[in-house]
């Protein structure tokens, strides 16, 4: 008997099997048969793209806000981030009083600034800004892993992920937004809080903040909106803005910046002998370019590892235009060749090349450290301010360069200048002071990120505080005795006074972003 053919449903029950997701929530749009949740579509994103001087933004209902962290989930699972990985943070401020204490919730991812701080400092140029959308993208493939966004960022936005060695963000699900689709955060919120809003961006920003207990906005411009119907508290603040966690190390950089102005501090004690027509034998400053030398190599060689992904570390010349990175790895990269320049011309007795070198050697070695000052003072970190910074790195490089000239004169048994107390003295006083400074705001009355970095130094940081005083003094006193030794004390002192550099910053972030 001849086979029938299947009749009408065995053929639509095998066309329904055969479909995918995709394509069978296509066909109830094309029967009009909305899904239940289609006013997300239409509320929660714009229906019509920016235009000129305009830009797409977050907005947040503070008033919808649970803190349920279904935007986290998310923005989570959509992007696929590792276990300890997150691009969407939900925290809390407090405040109010006693009688009427006051609590609120807040979600927030990037802000998508106008002027992005992350873009600015990226050496690479990993960073870009949509012209037609305004979101501010990250660059997986063009990222090194230096992290110098993360400092640059007042809001905590780029996240490292140890794994990949490279740094990422949230995009505000660029590839969703392009095709009508609202951002996973968005979507997922149950209570509607989240929206993403067409916003025209500013000429200028007003030193204002977006919310409690953040960065002022004047800086990178963001361009989130947080809004509510009853305005909050004034004296409101992040639930953990008292937390006295010590900020990550960066030990690498430690060790980069101790050396490398210990090694610009033997260059320009070279430099300045030869102008003041010193005693100082060719023997002595052959030691000193050979042992500056060294320092410069080692320093700038230590700054690698601090690299995420260090093979595509020859692209940092790349943000020369606007990141002090990139400035200051460009001027360090020149220095010991030009260094073992003046190694050659003090071996070979070249009389002639040997002021001209010297002094190119200083300049570069200078320039390099004012380059270190300006990568840290650009981040507007109060605990990082230009003066300060100024005053703690130009005072190691007094302070190392003199310690390790005073050990050179010494194993080479001839008399130093005296000239040289007069430079570490110098040195001394910086560090003293300015280091000094930066401990008596922990008697404020108000808090602030000075006051916060005071009191990691004075209670979180408390053993590597004292050791750092107790190696400067007695490293002043053991070196007119035994300069070697006495050199060593200090350059530990110095080395702990980075440490404590890097440590004892307040950082600025959003309310209970992640540590």
């Given at each position: 008997?001849?086979l029938?053919?299947?009749?009408?449903i065995?053929?639509?029950?095998?066309?329904?099997?055969?479909?995918?997701a995709?394509?069978?929530?296509?066909?109830?749009?094309d029967?009009?048969?909305?899904p239940?949740?289609?006013?997300y579509y239409?509320?929660?994103?714009?229906l019509?793209k920016?235009?000129?001087?305009?830009?797409?933004?977050?907005e947040v209902d503070?008033?919808?806000?649970?803190?349920c962290?279904?935007?986290?989930?998310?923005c989570?699972?959509?992007?696929?981030?590792?276990?300890?990985?997150?691009w969407?943070?939900?925290?809390?401020?407090?405040?109010?009083?006693?009688?009427?204490?006051?609590?609120?919730t807040?979600?927030?991812?990037?802000?998508?600034c106008e002027?992005?701080?992350?873009?600015?400092?990226?050496?690479t140029?990993?960073?870009?800004?949509?012209?037609?959308t305004g979101?501010?993208?990250?660059?997986?493939d063009?990222?090194?892993?230096?992290?110098y966004?993360m400092?640059?960022?007042?809001?905590?936005?780029?996240?490292?992920n140890?794994?990949l060695g490279?740094?990422?963000?949230?995009?505000?699900?660029?590839d969703?937004?392009?095709?009508?689709?609202?951002?996973?955060?968005?979507q997922?919120?149950?209570?509607?809080?989240?929206?993403?809003?067409?916003?025209?961006?500013k000429?200028?920003?007003?030193?204002?903040?977006?919310?409690?207990?953040v960065?002022?906005?004047?800086?990178?411009?963001p361009?989130?909106t947080?809004?509510?119907?009853?305005?909050?508290?004034?004296?409101?603040?992040?639930?953990?803005?008292?937390?006295l966690t010590?900020?990550?190390?960066?030990?690498?950089?430690?060790?980069?910046?101790?050396?490398?102005q210990?090694?610009a501090?033997?260059?320009?004690?070279?430099a300045?002998?030869?102008?003041?027509q010193?005693?100082?034998?060719?023997?002595?400053y052959?030691?000193?370019?050979?042992?500056g030398?060294i320092?410069?190599?080692?320093?700038i060689?230590?700054?690698i590892?601090?690299l995420?992904?260090?093979?595509?570390?020859w692209?940092?010349?790349?943000?020369?235009?606007?990141?002090?990175?990139?400035r200051?790895?460009?001027?360090?990269?020149?220095?010991?060749?030009?260094?073992?320049?003046?190694?050659?011309?003090l071996?070979f007795?070249?009389?002639a090349?040997?002021?001209?070198?010297?002094?190119?050697?200083?300049?570069?070695?200078?320039?390099?450290?004012?380059?270190s000052v300006?990568?840290?003072?650009?981040?507007?970190?109060?605990?990082?301010?230009?003066?300060?910074t100024l005053?703690?790195?130009?005072?190691n490089?007094?302070i190392?360069?003199?310690?390790i000239?005073?050990?050179?004169?010494?194993?080479?048994?001839q008399?130093?200048?005296?000239?040289?107390?007069l430079?570490l003295?110098?040195?001394?006083?910086?560090?003293?002071?300015?280091?000094?400074?930066?401990?008596?705001?922990?008697?404020?009355?108000?808090w602030s990120?000075?006051?916060?970095?005071?009191?990691?130094?004075?209670?979180?940081?408390?053993t590597?505080?004292?050791?750092r005083?107790?190696?400067?003094?007695?490293?002043?006193?053991?070196?007119?005795?035994?300069?070697?030794?006495?050199a060593?004390?200090?350059?530990?002192?110095?080395?702990?006074?980075?440490?404590?550099f890097?440590r004892?910053?307040a950082?600025?972030?959003?309310?209970?972003?992640r540590?």
């Amino acid at each position: 008997m001849p086979l029938t053919s299947p009749n009408l449903i065995d053929q639509l029950l095998a066309d329904q099997q055969s479909l995918t997701a995709v394509e069978r929530f296509s066909q109830i749009h094309d029967r009009e048969e909305s899904p239940a949740q289609e006013k997300y579509y239409k509320d929660l994103i714009p229906l019509s793209k920016p235009g000129k001087g305009e830009q797409y933004a977050f907005e947040v209902d503070l008033d919808a806000c649970t803190g349920c962290k279904a935007c986290v989930v998310a923005c989570h699972s959509l992007n696929g981030l590792d276990d300890n990985e997150s691009w969407r943070d939900v925290g809390m401020i407090s405040g109010g009083s006693t009688a009427a204490p006051f609590q609120q919730t807040v979600t927030t991812a990037c802000h998508h600034c106008e002027d992005p701080a992350c873009m600015n400092g990226c050496p690479t140029l990993a960073y870009e800004k949509d012209e037609k959308t305004g979101i501010v993208r990250h660059l997986d493939d063009q990222c090194i892993g230096c992290q110098y966004c993360m400092l640059k960022c007042p809001y905590d936005v780029p996240k490292y992920n140890d794994d990949l060695g490279i740094v990422r963000k949230c995009d505000m699900c660029y590839d969703r937004l392009k095709v009508g689709e609202a951002p996973a955060c968005v979507q997922s919120c149950p209570s509607g809080a989240i929206k993403i809003k067409v916003i025209k961006q500013k000429a200028e920003a007003k030193e204002t903040r977006m919310i409690a207990g953040v960065f002022n906005s004047d800086y990178t411009k963001p361009t989130t909106t947080f809004r509510r119907k009853t305005p909050l508290p004034d004296n409101m603040s992040a639930a953990d803005a008292e937390n006295l966690t010590p900020e990550h190390a960066h030990l690498p950089l430690v060790w980069m910046l101790t050396l490398t102005q210990t090694g610009a501090g033997l260059f320009t004690l070279s430099a300045l002998f030869q102008f003041i027509q010193a005693p100082v034998s060719a023997t002595t400053y052959l030691w000193m370019a050979v042992i500056g030398t060294i320092f410069a190599i080692i320093g700038i060689g230590s700054s690698i590892l601090h690299l995420g992904s260090p093979l595509g570390a020859w692209r940092a010349f790349l943000g020369l235009r606007r990141s002090w990175l990139s400035r200051e790895i460009v001027v360090f990269g020149a220095w010991p060749p030009l260094a073992m320049l003046l190694i050659a011309v003090l071996y070979f007795k070249l009389d002639a090349w040997q002021l001209p070198v010297t002094i190119a050697c200083c300049a570069i070695s200078l320039l390099g450290v004012y380059c270190s000052v300006m990568v840290y003072a650009d981040t507007r970190r109060d605990f990082w301010r230009l003066d300060r910074t100024l005053a703690r790195f130009f005072g190691n490089l007094l302070i190392g360069g003199t310690a390790i000239t005073l050990a050179i004169f010494s194993l080479t048994s001839q008399p130093h200048p005296a000239i040289l107390h007069l430079t570490l003295g110098l040195g001394a006083l910086l560090r003293i002071t300015v280091e000094s400074l930066s401990l008596l705001p922990a008697r404020q009355s108000h808090w602030s990120f000075a006051k916060k970095s005071a009191l990691v130094q004075l209670v979180s940081l408390r053993t590597p505080l004292i050791l750092r005083w107790l190696c400067l003094f007695a490293g002043l006193a053991i070196i007119v005795f035994t300069p070697v030794i006495g050199a060593l004390v200090l350059l530990t002192g110095e080395w702990l006074a980075r440490y404590l550099f890097f440590r004892a910053v307040a950082a600025p972030k959003m309310p209970g972003s992640r540590e």
